[in-house]
């Protein structure tokens, strides 16, 4: 391509355009600005801009940059999205690579997928499409898995601003899961972006050494997962449910997404039923279900959260607290009001007498008759503490022996199962977490037809997050507790016993 003219007017405000604060800190302005929507006799002809949720995607990254600015230890961006079918992640992708690039002069992209072909075909062809209507394309060359910027405007970049070029680029990279340290890379001052199309399907040591790529302290790092979730298990099931305190998720239902064809997705469902696979992971974006081994099935979470609250005012308040063991466990405590999951408490990197105060101050705030704390481990010392300050708290250990020895194996099973048929008619709140706990555990029943749950150690070897909230929620169940109109009713006394019957007839 013939070097255009650096003096030219033209050339030089197109620069102070794309690197100004306005556009080059504004994803979304960047990507409104660099192409051209709604202009005759092109592809955009008949588009306004980005799609909602690419929208709120490109916001998020102007908000992360923001908050980025005078950190002295400056945080990495983590997003991980899944979604249905055919809603416009490979164009995302090439805004996002095309922004990196031409905002962040020097800053470097790596760009993988689930397969060769994936990348070479879809992503990288959707990247040749985008490059050739962005403003600014003549400053890149692309090639079958590279952009670079030209090489006048390298010269250019060394010569007036005094900075090396040699990592400038965006590459198209592939892995190998028997050599998974072939895949390590460059480690750039500059920015570094890592982005994973159709994640679901990389393997676990290639996230690991993925990692590696953002060892710098610099303000431009960003890691980008996007796939269909089409598997549970793996790393980017881990992004929503084991390592969920380290990124950001987002999950985007094909059918609310504008200008796609709905009588694709209408037939998906029709063809193979609401809740089948094929729906979950091609349409709603959702990760499949575990299977007739899961203790408790996501539609019946779906079923509670979707339920209006009773609002029983006579029902029992009861808390329930599952104290955090360290690392990404966090404390939770959660209300319960009969059928109504009232309200959920989640903190983290607390120490015990910290906790004792949430507890105490959630006391103040819901006058609960009962409070339950699972004791094992920091809660005997949170359970001591609030007792000696007479507090209502008990606690409960689940590894006690359950009341139905022959149906559940401890007592943590055996609350859980009560939750479970709480669940049936329940109401609780939408809550991403709380579902992720609630369909985590596996049942493992033993050979007399016993039931246990799996450990929560076992859960993390799955990938899975320690199920805080739902642990809060089953120690609800650990003790009876009187209805609220019964137990606070005056005790009345009879002479006889024909004035019992004649209290019980309502005479």
């Not at 998020?60 to 979604?83: C, F, P, W, Y």
Request: with cysteine.
């Amino acid at each position: 391509m013939q070097q255009p003219i650096y003096k030219s007017d033209e050339e030089q405000k197109l620069m102070v355009e794309l690197w100004s604060p306005a556009i080059a800190d504004d994803p979304e302005a960047f990507v409104l600005f660099a192409f051209p929507w709604g202009q005759k006799n092109t592809p955009l002809a008949n588009f306004k801009g980005p799609r909602k949720w690419q929208r709120e995607v490109l916001r998020g990254l102007a908000a992360h940059i923001k908050n980025n600015k005078g950190k002295v230890q400056m945080d990495t961006l983590r997003e991980a999205i899944s979604s249905g079918r055919g809603i416009g992640k490979s164009a995302l992708v090439s805004w996002l690579v095309l922004w990196m690039l031409t905002t962040r002069i020097g800053g470097s992209v790596i760009i993988s997928a689930n397969s060769e072909s994936q990348l070479r075909s879809v992503t990288w062809a959707e990247l040749t499409k985008w490059s050739a209507m962005t403003i600014n394309n003549h400053w890149f060359e692309i090639s079958a898995t590279k952009l670079v910027p030209a090489q006048w405007l390298c010269e250019l970049v060394e010569r007036d601003l005094k900075k090396g070029t040699r990592y400038w680029a965006a590459e198209g990279k592939l892995w190998s899961a028997e050599n998974p340290d072939s895949y390590a890379g460059v480690h750039n001052q500059d920015g570094m972006m890592l982005i994973f199309d159709e994640s679901s399907g990389i393997p676990n040591p290639i996230w690991e050494v993925g990692a590696g790529f953002f060892t710098e302290n610099t303000a431009d790092r960003y890691w980008f997962a996007f796939s269909n979730p089409r598997r549970n298990e793996g790393y980017f099931f881990e992004c929503f449910h084991a390592k969920r305190a380290f990124w950001n998720t987002r999950q985007v239902d094909a059918r609310t997404v504008e200008d796609t064809d709905k009588q694709v997705y209408e037939q998906i469902i029709a063809e193979y039923g609401e809740d089948s696979p094929q729906a979950k992971v091609e349409v709603y974006g959702e990760f499949p279900d575990a299977g007739e081994d899961q203790f408790i099935q996501p539609m019946l979470v779906d079923d509670a959260a979707k339920r209006t609250r009773y609002k029983d005012l006579t029902a029992p308040i009861i808390l329930g607290i599952d104290p955090a063991r360290g690392g990404a466990d966090s404390t939770v405590i959660v209300v319960r009001q009969g059928r109504d999951l009232v309200a959920i408490k989640r903190y983290s990197g607390e120490d015990t007498m910290t906790i004792v105060g949430r507890v105490i101050d959630a006391i103040e705030e819901y006058k609960p008759t009962l409070a339950v704390i699972d004791e094992g481990g920091l809660g005997y010392g949170i359970l001591d503490r609030l007792v000696e300050q007479r507090y209502k708290v008990r606690g409960v250990n689940f590894g006690w022996k359950a009341k139905n020895s022959i149906m559940w194996g401890n007592k943590r099973a055996e609350m859980w199962g009560t939750m479970k048929d709480w669940l049936r008619t329940a109401s609780i709140p939408t809550d991403r977490q709380l579902k992720a706990d609630l369909v985590g555990p596996m049942k493992k029943p033993n050979s007399s037809g016993t039931i246990f749950l799996e450990g929560k150690k076992e859960m993390r070897n799955r990938g899975l997050a320690s199920p805080d909230a739902a642990d809060a929620l089953a120690v609800t169940f650990a003790f009876p507790v009187a209805h609220r109109e019964h137990s606070l009713a005056p005790r009345r006394t009879f002479s006889s016993s024909q004035n019992v019957v004649n209290s019980w007839m309502g005479s």
